[in-house]
Each structure stands twice: as C-alpha cells, then as structure tokens.
C-alpha cells in the first residue's frame, strides 16, 4: 500500500557529488501534508498540501531528477536555499574592514544570490533526518565565491501538526562577513504547473519597499507603499494591477520587490505575508524574524519544462523570500548584514498551510 503521495524515484536522487551523498528525504505530517527534499542546495522538490475539499496536490514547483539541478538549463533556484548572500550585491563587490572583495557577477553588472556556485549548488551534510524534520550543515570555506571567512550554517527544516513547515538557519564564521540566507521555493496554489498567480489574493505587512533602479538594485531610501501598485496592506488580487503603468514595475518585468516589513520588535517571529488562492481554498501564510521580504511574482519564466510534464510559464509562481535588504553590504543605512567572529547569525521563515471556505 502507498504511504507516500511523493511521485519521484527517490533513486533518481541517489548520487554522489564532490565527495558527498546526495539523497532525497521525505516529511510529513499527521494531517497528510507531505514533502520531499534534497540535500543538494536542501532543495524543496514537492510539497502536497491539501484543498477546502481535502484533495491534496504539489504546490511547489520543479524537478523530477537530480541531474535536471545540477545540470540546470533554466531556472536555477527552484526550491533552494540562498547563500552566502540572499539578492542583490551592486557592481558585484563590497568593502569590509577596508578590503574590497569582489564576488561573482552573473546578473548583469551585478552579483546575484551567491554566485555561480552558491549554496544552491552545495551539497549540505545531513545531520540528522526523520519524518518531521532535516538537519542540515554547510562549511563554506574563507573565499568560497569571493566571500571572506569560513562560514558554518546550520539549517533545519521541519513540518509539524499545526502544517507550519519552519526554516531554522544558525551560522557562526571564524572572521567578520556578510550573511543573508533564505529560502527560494515557487508557490502556486493551484497546484505547481497550472494556470498563474495573477488570481491569488497577497496580503504584505509593509508599509515601505526599497525601490530599484533598472538593474534592480535598491535606489535611496525606503519609500511609502501608499498610493502604489506595491501597497498589500490589505488583502488585493496580485494580478489586478501588476501590469500597471509604474515605473517600479516596468522596471522588475512585475513583482520583483523588497518590502520592508513592519516589525514591532526586531528578530521577534512576526507575520510577514498571506497568500489566497480562492478556488482551492488553500492559503499560505508567512512569518519570519526578518526585517524584509522580497515578493517575486515569476516574471521571467519563459515555458520552463517541470515535473509530470508541466509547463513553468510567466507569472505562474510567487516566491515569499524573506530576508535582508538587498545590497545590504554597500548600505550602511540599511539593517546590517554584518556577522562579526563570534557572533551566531539566526533567521526562522515559517510557512503556515491552511485552506479556507
């Protein structure tokens, strides 16, 4: 009898890549809702959650073997882990303790989660793996990408009987660094791979955004969300006005922002954002100790093939990052991403699976 409602081969997971075994590992909870990760970028590769009728489906988006993320030829960060450094790094470089460092440019003149070779494309130690929750542990070594400092990073996932799937990141470093980690799966309520999100109703408790230039690096300050396309302070139909006339949104091809939470006590777990798919009933909420979250609402897909067939087409997914600031290492009047030697870096993203009438 079928126990499980994962549809990959788990042997299609089973490699070993620069000295490590790479797997694939199954959670789950009482209530049914069940997912599959990899220790290679501890990639989300399915989560089922169930409908208002109780029908579960995958939500997430991506691939059905290992070698389609190793040897990706599109989008690369499905369901991933982000490192060293979450977003944006203008001009590719930054200044710590009066050194420039330079880091991978592989996002126009800019560099873009991590490099050519983040924590993404990492095969991550496991630690401890049981039904509920995925111990996982990365070194990165001093100059791994450009980035000072060997980096070690605890990350644990797990999936109780309240359907919160909690990210639980730790890191310490034996020098001073920048660290900004989150997480990369695609949501789509529906179910991953049919129709958009332009139908999901997003609510963000923000009440500013860092605007972009056209390369999308943050430009001065933080600006008030009122009066924009970007304003989620109430509950608003994420297609209704993404193809607005905003210069904001000509310029990230859609949602492709970082909101600035509002956080009344800092690293306090605080709601963040919710998601409402109406059809299905099914709604996903986010809460994290963050100070931001980027919004991106799947602008460049381009027809990504998937799993089982299905076709990644535009806007046919969100990601709920929660985060830093982009370019935070070139901002000093941004919240710090500064990790000092002996200081420990914390972040938790919780995400809530509930359905709704």
Same mark, same amino acid.
């Given at each position: 009898m079928k126990t499980s409602l994962s549809k990959v081969n788990p042997a299609d997971f089973d490699a070993v890549i620069d000295g490590k075994k790479v797997g694939l590992f199954i959670l789950k909870n009482k209530n049914g809702i069940e997912m599959s990760v990899t220790n290679f970028g501890g990639r989300v590769v399915e989560l089922f959650t169930p409908d208002k009728n109780g029908e579960f489906v995958d939500i997430v988006l991506g691939k059905e073997t290992l070698d389609e993320y190793v040897n990706f030829k599109d989008e690369r960060f499905l369901g991933a882990t982000i490192g060293r450094?979450?977003? %944006?790094i203008a001009n590719s470089q930054f200044t710590?303790?009066?050194?420039?460092?330079?880091?991978?440019v592989n996002d126009g003149k800019n560099s873009l989660h991590g490099g050519f070779n983040g924590f993404d494309m990492k095969v991550w130690d496991v630690v401890e793996a049981t039904e509920t929750k995925l111990h996982l542990r990365l070194i990165s070594p001093d100059g791994d990408e450009g980035y000072p400092a060997e980096l070690t990073v605890d990350m644990i996932y797990s999936l109780n009987d309240a359907n919160e799937f909690d990210i639980t990141y730790t890191a310490t470093s034996d020098a001073d660094t920048h660290v900004n980690l989150t997480h990369h799966s695609f949501f789509n309520l529906h179910g991953a791979?049919?129709?958009d999100i332009n139908d999901h109703v997003m609510q963000i408790n923000a009440?500013?955004?860092t605007p972009i230039d056209d390369t999308l690096i943050p430009e001065g300050e933080p600006a008030s969300v009122e009066g924009?396309?970007?304003?989620? %302070?109430?509950p608003t139909v994420i297609g209704e006005r993404v193809d607005s006339d905003f210069i904001q949104l000509k310029r990230g091809n859609g949602y492709d922002h970082n909101w600035v939470l509002n956080k009344t006590t800092p690293n306090a777990l605080e709601f963040a954002a919710e998601v409402f798919e109406p059809v299905s009933g099914r709604v996903l909420s986010v809460y994290t100790t963050e100070p931001a979250m980027q919004f991106y609402g799947g602008n460049f897909f381009t027809g990504t093939p998937g799993k089982w067939g299905a076709i990644y087409n535009r806007r046919a997914s969100l990601a709920l990052e929660t985060q830093h600031y982009p370019d935070s290492p070139n901002r000093?009047?941004?919240?710090?991403?500064?990790? %000092?030697?002996?200081?420990?870096y914390k972040h938790i993203c919780k995400y809530v699976f509930s359905v709704r009438k």
């Open positions: 450094f979450g977003n %944006r710590l303790n009066g050194t420039v460092y330079n880091v991978p791979g049919v129709g009440d500013k955004y924009t396309p970007l304003d989620f %302070r109430k000093p009047d941004f919240p710090s991403t500064l990790l %000092r030697k002996g200081e420990t």
